[in-house]
Every structure is written in C-alpha cells, then in structure tokens.
C-alpha cells in the first residue's frame, strides 16, 4: 500500500517541488494552502490549512483521514520569513512568525500522532533552516523561530521512541523559492540607527535567494530520508559554505565566528 504524505505550504517552492517529486515515486501525496482554489497547476491535491488556526489544522487533519485513513509522513513545510533590527521590529511580527514556523508545526504534529501511534509507525520532518544555527544580524527572529524547532524535535525523538514515530530536521540553506516575497520586512527607516547595515544585509539576502539552490535537492533529500530505516536528526541541504559555516560556529572560538559572520555582513 502506498504510504500517504501531508505537505503543509505545498502550492509553491519547496513543498510544490517535495510533492511533485514524491508524487512520481508513488508516494499518495496531499499538500495544503490557504487558498487551495487559487491553485490550479498542482500535480497533487491540496487541503485548506492555515496552520495558525487550530480549527483549520483539526479540520485539514481529519479531512486527510476521511479520505485516505492514514498518515504515514508529514512534513513541516509551511513557513514565513522576518527581517529587521530586533529593536524595531513590532512584537506582534515576531508573535506571529513564531506563530507559523514553530507554534503551526507543534500543532500539527499533535493533530497527526494520534493516528500515527494507532498505525504504530510515522514519520515527521520539520524543515527548519540553516540560519537556525546561529543568530544572524536583522534575521534574529527568523534564526530563533527555526533554532526553537531544531530543538523541539529533539525532544519529541525521544518522547515519541516507544511508539516507533520518528523525526528529523531537514536545514535548508538558499533556495530559489519566493520566500522573500512573503517575507516580513521591518520598512527601512529613514532616521534609523540601523538604516545603512540593515539595508545592505537586506540586499544581500536577496541577492542569495535570487542565486539560491534548485528545490530539486531537498526533495532528493527528503525522499532518501523517508526511504531510511533510521533517519538522522539532523540534515543540512544547500551551499558547502552555508553547511560549512554550521561547522565553523562549532569549532571556532565565539568571537572569531561574530567576527566572520560581521564581516560577511559588512558590518
């Protein structure tokens, strides 16, 4: 029987490209959007879902189950971007990013692992991201939304063992997605203290998305990850330097890497 996989954010980017790859392997795939009917190039069928909403998420959920009756893979896939200074940054910006890239997944792994310990098997990953290993300057919110999840997975590895669900992380570097189109943007202001550095590091993270990896690996990645019998907790797909920089921030003294990483910035 073919196993069933939940996207959330499939309609564009990553998830568009997990499911359409996922989808010719012969994995039975369903991704979700918040506006399903806007969609209408999808190899794969797509459920309402605003992750933000636990009635949306409850509903999604059992309308996956009422038409396939399972739920063997779910991927954490739905996620916004953030920039700008932390000092002027609105606080209700940074609730609501935590609100889509940490509390949506939480969420939504509960909503699922009901049914997966009923099936006594599952599989979750949780795409977080590169920059989740360190915080980066005017990126600090979106670095501690996905630092958060790295770590919520690690603990849920070990609560979820004796029902035989696993999870992993899957930390992408750049891709050539629209991210940046839905990306939460503190507006550059004129008399700000920070207006010089923030609006270079805004170009240059542009600029990377722009020249960023084709979605084609991380769907590689995630269908070698489903087809492992004992998945990693942690994965990195991108650039050798974005990997590598997770490495340096491990090995160097902290303020050598501050100092690689202020550089980089030009700050």
């Not at 300057?137 to 070990?158: I, N």
């Not at 491990?250 to 202020?262: M, V």
Request: charged share 20%.
């Amino acid at each position: 029987m073919a196993k069933v996989v939940l996207i959330t954010g499939g309609s564009s980017g990553i998830g568009k490209s997990v499911g359409e790859y996922l989808t010719d392997k012969g994995y039975v795939v369903y991704g979700t959007s918040r506006s399903p009917e806007k969609c209408t190039d999808s190899k794969f069928p797509l459920l309402k879902l605003d992750v933000t909403q636990s009635a949306s998420i409850a509903s999604c959920v059992s309308e996956l189950i009422s038409k396939t009756n399972q739920i063997d893979i779910l991927i954490n896939n739905a996620g916004v971007g953030i920039t700008g200074p932390l000092e002027e940054i609105p606080t209700q910006e940074m609730k609501a990013n935590f609100e889509t890239n940490l509390f949506g997944p939480i969420h939504m792994i509960n909503a699922v692992l009901p049914y997966m310990r009923a099936q006594k098997s599952g599989l979750i990953l949780n795409i977080t991201s590169i920059a989740g290993y360190m915080g980066l300057p005017f990126r600090g919110v979106y670095s501690a939304s996905k630092g958060a999840l790295e770590l919520m997975t690690e603990s849920y590895r070990m609560e979820l063992k004796a029902f035989n669900i696993k999870l992993s992380n899957i930390a992408p570097g750049d891709f050539a997605t629209n991210i940046a189109a839905g990306r939460y943007h503190a507006p550059l202001l004129k008399d700000s203290p920070y207006k010089e550095p923030y609006g270079t590091t805004l170009n240059l993270m542009d600029s990377h998305v722009d020249s960023g990896e084709d979605p084609l690996l991380m769907a590689k990645m995630i269908h070698k990850i489903i087809t492992s019998k004992n998945p990693k907790i942690h994965y990195k797909v991108g650039a050798f330097l974005q990997k590598f920089s997770i490495v340096l921030k491990r090995i160097l003294p902290d303020l050598w890497y501050e100092a690689l990483l202020c550089r980089f910035y030009k700050l």
